[in-house]
């Protein structure tokens, strides 16, 4: 077997290595495919769906999809656009996200990937559901209204920090994440330190007392888009 | 019943070897015996086998038959599919409602007994059917469902509502089922006598590689709705690496609208095993598993009795029929109410003791399936046309049905017809003729392939039922001209909001939305741009989602735009007042109007 995979993304010409995904091929070649539950050095998802790519003409989360030779994969078309765009406006409606006091505003994965869609505002109407809020943790609290569900904290937990202290519980538009206890974060295991209260994308795990800290006009995402980092990498 | 938790949980986990992949058995007989798992239960399991709470909690949650807060000693779950309601299961429920003093999801005060809605339950033909906890009560009326909750109330025992047999093996003394198999026509196929022990004998009498190019040259294509050619699946799997491999049997039949699983579990049994045994020599698979729903619990120990006979006869085990080196045996995993579990890598989730979640393709399980081994994933009816191959020849099957679909196809047909039930037809056969068959004539739409499948309208009847055409796992719902499809397509997509996992976005999400908008269409405040939403979105769902289950989900509303598109039509308008149809003035300020203390005059012009 050669080292090497040779594909194509949009008609660029990409190598990747065997075993590697689409996304991670892709990203070391600067080009950037959106994302939402992928978080470097975890194992793959394929949850958040944003990143589906059309490979050889069939839909496939570039997350999980391994590069193989002559591939030809669609990225940001008009049409795979369209649909991301609704698949962050469906997260938009689905949880409760007031972006305007929120601690994660400017450094939000979610956000950003709105701002980079051009979405102002979303097209569905909002669902409006209760979730819960938990502030047990002396140091991290989980607002789940702004949960998404990408299981990043969950494979953070189990696979970095070697404690299981999240998963998902019920199905559906039911589901939401759980702690190992009886009810409350403060009663599990979690560290401020590990990596699972770092993991979140979006404002659902927040460590307590650093929020606001960073100014507005410093924050991640204030100056360029989400993406904007991997594609300045490009050849 | 001991009270004594600690042991209870220890005699439990011991009986499944302490394994944790055995999850799924554990807790099933935790929620027998004690109603729910309760949270210390839970802690108590997560102890004894070295897992998380969270572990536990995530499955018990998935689950419709499992729950953490206490049921009644008796659940009563009535379906609530669109075929159940219109043979009058909303009365029906009603009169339970009222016999039992609560509403649906609540208990009595006496803990005795539960109410609840459930998904299709594989008994469409003999309509409207419900569970009470194993015991499955059929053409239910509203007396009935009184008699069944004063008799509930007098002795407690859901066997004893059972006062007479269905037909065939369901009056086995290990089934005892009311249930009827409504066998209404005979193929030469499926439905004929057999040989126990023949097809097996003439498998090992030639190689493995033989018996996959016999079903190859049968030109076998699978049963359960992808239509994938058995004998190429086999290859892959027995090409893959590694020392273990596994066969699993799909009897999970959630589509709504299918049954004929539940009749040849019932009725050939020995054909489904066999045709296991003949997949596992052909892989090089030495165990398999056979995952039941749920709702055929009443099946497991007629089944296991079936096994148990095979076993001393030599049909399983070691050196079977005395084929030297040849072994083979298989355990029947039990489901717990979840309909995505009958999508291949969801079920092999759940004989892993996971949540039934799909999982991420590649690898697939011919590369890496049942804890992490090659894995075919067979249906039931695929594993009988197997054995029939094996019996008679490739040539013999391949005589039957067209040339990009061979041998028959077994129909479960319910709805508006005279004649309901299994029907062995050959592949090509006319919608039109099925429907002649079935007594269906009138029908406006016959849904084809269960809710995942497709909404046909009259104008398309003279379509043909192959893998070419109207492909279908078997599921045949015919719509008299009294039926409104719209309202079809909504309860199609209430069954898929409440039976998506969860895990992707479009499907959780988009489904929820779809149904949303179609139901203010159908309550007549849509307006023509929700037509084009509808479209957008469904596509969108379609196109996003992991798993087939969120791939087929807007069908409903995508082929009845495509084939019912006048009656959409016909119920939107736009508003001659500018403002949007959905939006009602006088609702909008009712409230105001109550904390002011007078009507708006203006909102009630
Ligand atoms: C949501 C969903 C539910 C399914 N349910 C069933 C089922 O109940 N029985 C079945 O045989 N196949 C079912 N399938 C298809 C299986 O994934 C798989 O393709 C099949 O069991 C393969 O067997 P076959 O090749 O013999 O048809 C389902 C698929 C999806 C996406
Ligand atoms: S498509 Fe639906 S059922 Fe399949 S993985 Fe996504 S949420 Fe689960």
Redesign the pocket.
């Known amino acids: 077997m050669s080292s090497t995979i040779e594909f194509t993304i949009n008609g660029k010409d990409i190598t990747g290595r065997p075993g590697q995904t689409v996304l991670e091929a892709a990203q070391d070649a600067g080009v950037y495919i959106p994302r939402l539950c992928y978080m470097r050095g975890l194992a793959a998802f394929g949850a958040c769906r944003v990143c589906t790519v059309l490979v050889n003409g069939r839909p496939q989360a570039a997350c999980t999809q391994t590069v193989a030779p002559g591939m030809v994969v669609e990225n940001n078309t008009e049409k795979m656009t369209a649909f991301r765009r609704n698949l962050i406006d469906m997260l938009f409606v689905e949880g409760n996200h007031f972006c305007m006091f929120c601690e994660k505003s400017g450094n939000c994965e979610l956000q950003a990937l709105a701002y980079r869609f051009g979405i102002a505002a979303p097209k569905y109407p909002y669902m409006f559901q209760p979730r819960e809020v938990d502030m047990s943790h002396g140091d991290v609290f989980i607002d789940r209204n702004r949960c998404v569900l990408c299981g990043r904290c969950v494979r953070a937990s189990r696979d970095v920090d070697g404690k299981h202290v999240f998963d998902f519980v019920g199905r559906?538009l039911h589901k939401r994440i759980a702690v190992n206890a009886e009810a409350l974060l403060g009663d599990t295991e979690l560290a401020v330190t590990d990596k699972a209260a770092e993991a979140c994308p979006v404002g659902a795990i927040v460590k307590k007392r650093v929020g606001y800290a960073v100014p507005v006009g410093q924050r991640l995402y204030d100056h360029k888009p989400i993406g904007s980092e991997i594609e300045s990498t490009a050849l | 019943m001991s009270d004594n938790l600690p042991a209870v949980v220890h005699e439990i986990c011991q009986a499944h070897g302490g394994d944790r992949t055995r999850l799924m058995d554990i807790v099933r007989a935790m929620q027998q015996k004690f109603g729910c798992v309760s949270g210390p239960a839970m802690e108590l399991l997560a102890k004894e086998l070295s897992i998380h709470r969270v572990e536990i909690e995530s499955l018990v949650s998935f689950y419709s038959f499992l729950s953490t807060r206490p049921k009644g000693q008796v659940v009563i779950r009535l379906c609530n599919d669109v075929i159940d309601q219109m043979a009058g299961a909303d009365e029906v429920a009603r009169a339970f409602e009222e016999e039992l003093g609560i509403k649906f999801g609540q208990t009595t005060p006496d803990g005795k007994i539960s109410l609840e809605y459930t998904a299709c339950i594989g008994m469409c033909d003999q309509v409207p059917a419900a569970l009470v906890n194993d015991v499955v009560v059929t053409e239910l009326s509203t007396d009935a469902a009184r008699r069944i909750v004063r008799e509930l109330r007098k002795h407690g025992d859901p066997t004893r509502l059972v006062t007479r047999h269905g037909d065939g093996c369901n009056g086995h003394e290990l089934v005892r089922a009311m249930v009827m198999n409504n066998i209404r026509q005979r193929g030469s196929i499926i439905f004929t006598p057999t040989n126990r022990g023949e097809a097996i004998r003439k498998a090992l009498a030639i190689t493995p590689a033989e018996v996959i190019r016999a079903v190859k040259t049968a030109r076998l294509r699978g049963r359960g709705g992808a239509g994938f050619p058995t004998g190429m699946k086999w290859e892959f799997t027995r090409a893959a690496g590694g020392e273990q491999r596994c066969v699993l049997c799909n009897a999970d039949e959630g589509e709504p609208g299918t049954f004929k699983d539940r009749v040849l579990l019932t009725e050939m049994p020995d054909r489904v095993f066999a045709g296991m045994t003949i997949a596992g020599y052909a892989i090089g698979a030495d165990e398999g598993i056979l995952y039941l729903r749920g709702e055929y619990a009443y099946l497991r120990a007629y089944l296991e009795q079936i096994l148990a006979k095979r076993r001393q006869d030599n049909l399983l085990g070691n050196n079977i029929l005395g084929k030297r080196a040849f072994k083979f045996d298989l355990r029947i995993q039990m489901g717990a109410g979840a309909y995505?579990c009958g999508?291949e890598t969801?079920l092999i989730s759940s004989c892993e003791g996971l949540r039934g979640?799909?999982k991420n393709r590649p690898p697939f399980p011919a590369q890496k399936g049942y804890l992490g081994r090659p894995t075919v994933v067979n249906n039931v009816e695929t594993l009988c046309c197997v054995t029939k191959i094996l019996e008679e020849g490739p040539a013999t099957f391949a005589e039957f049905g067209s040339q990009g679909s061979t041998g028959t196809k077994l129909l479960s047909i319910s709805g508006d017809c005279r004649s309901r039930g299994v029907f062995e037809v050959p592949f090509g056969i006319k919608l039109s003729e099925v429907l002649k068959l079935a007594g269906g004539e009138d029908a406006i739409a016959v849904q084809v392939g269960g809710a995942s499948g497709q909404m046909v309208a009259r104008e398309e009847f003279n379509r043909t039922i192959c893998y070419d055409d109207l492909a279908t796992g078997g599921s045949l719902m015919v719509f008299g001209p009294e039926r409104n499809v719209l309202e079809v397509a909504d309860k199609f997509m209430a069954f898929f909001v409440e039976?998506?996992?969860?895990?992707?976005t479009?499907?959780?999400v988009g489904n929820v939305l779809l149904k949303d908008r179609l139901e203010r269409i159908t309550a007549g405040c849509g307006e023509p741009a929700d037509l084009e939403y509808l479209q957008e979105l469904g596509t969108t769902v379609k196109t996003m989602?992991?798993?087939?289950?969120?791939?087929t989900?807007a069908n409903p509303i995508l082929t009845t735009l495509k084939n019912f598109r006048a009656t959409y039509n016909a119920l939107v308008k736009k508003r001659g007042d500018g403002r949007q149809p959905a939006f009602d003035l006088a609702a909008a300020v009712a409230e105001a109007e109550t904390i002011i203390g007078r009507k708006s005059t203006h909102a009630h012009a």
């Open positions: 559906g | 995505i999508e969801a979640d799909p039976e998506s996992c969860g895990y992707c479009p499907c959780r989602s992991r798993c087939g289950l969120g791939q989900s």
